[in-house]
């Protein structure tokens, strides 16, 4: 069939590309084991009562969830101090980032956001018409809120901030985001994509829903994907007014959040204790990776999020590979620019343990 029957807008983007599967390493290599800490998953999988919660849900897939997810925006208003209709819960927070295209930009709107980051704020810019407005991270990989002022004019409709970013995993300062938003002016909406925002250890940071609470028109965006081990459930969520909500509820799907993932996500809320321990962990697997990598001469960008962007001053590539031969999948980042760069998600203690002791003889080759 010929292209030419595609929408115009459709023939700009290109399929996403996922990074490799553990079936296909283990396959392609003859390993049995496959530790991958390519996709900032969670390494202790979802809080056992999340998995009770989805096996009591199974039962009844026969019957459509509650449309709403009025409980867990119930919980969710609870947690961030927000009236629960300023809650909308979707199939993942990819798919909130696409609702929010679709609800907001126009053909020939402009969308700003520095690069690299996640890709799908350029997808849901272009798929709708709209103009992605890149501009370079600072020099220390983070969002550039002073550019992207500078480049908002009649036309910009929506400014991402990816915060804390992908790949990078950095963070702007709590009080430059708080004059940025003071200096945006009321035609434009700015989503904050905070799907690591978790995970942000900083004493008195100012997160999303903050904001939404003074007034500001922000979209908050968050998963359940990271933090609490869900990423095969796909559930995300939004915190907004309602006003800057509403188009987005307008143009969801009727039932997007199944059964199972609503009270997995509900559960996994719950447990406490098991999310403290994810943070926890975490934590100290930043500082671990943080010290071993500087000790092979490689640098590690300061992360608040559940993985880190190591420079290995080298061509990334053959590491990437050597590192696929003896079971572990890590990102490499020349798609982002970063030809001499890897992404790793944070393992468990003992994942990044046999991952330093993987890496450390391919470094000293
Ligand atoms: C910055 C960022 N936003 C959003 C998402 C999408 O999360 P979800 O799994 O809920 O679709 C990801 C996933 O990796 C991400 O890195």
Known sequence: MSTSLWRQEVSKLEAYVPGKSIEEVKKQYGLSEITRLASNENPYGPSPKAIAAMNAAAAESHLYPEPTSAELRHKLGELYEVDPAQVLISNGADNVLMLIGQAYVNPGDEVVYCVPTFSVYRTSTVVMGGVPVEIPLTEDYKFDLDRILASVNEKTKLIYVCNPNNPTGTIVDSDALGAFLSRVPPHVVVVLDEAYGEFIDVEGYKTGAEYVREGYPVISVHTFSKLYGLAAMRIGYAIASKEVLAPVLAVREPFPV????????????????????????????????????????????????????????????????????????????????????????????????????????????
Do not use: K
Request: with cysteine; charged share 20%; glycine share 6%.
């Open 258 to 365: 199944s059964r199972m993932a609503n009270a997995a996500a509900l559960a996994s809320l719950e447990d406490t204790d098991y999310r403290d321990f994810i943070l926890s962990t975490n934590r100290e697997g930043i500082r671990y990776l943080t010290a071993e990598l500087g000790a092979l001469g490689i640098d590690v960008t300061p992360s608040y999020s559940n993985f880190v962007l190591a420079n290995l001053h080298r061509d990334a590539v053959p590491v990437v590979d050597a590192l696929l031969r003896v079971g572990f999948i890590v990102r490499p980042c020349r798609s982002w620019g970063y030809p001499e760069h890897i992404r790793i998600t944070v393992g468990s203690p003992e994942q990044n343990r046999r991952f330093v002791e993987a890496l450390r003889p391919i470094m000293n080759a």
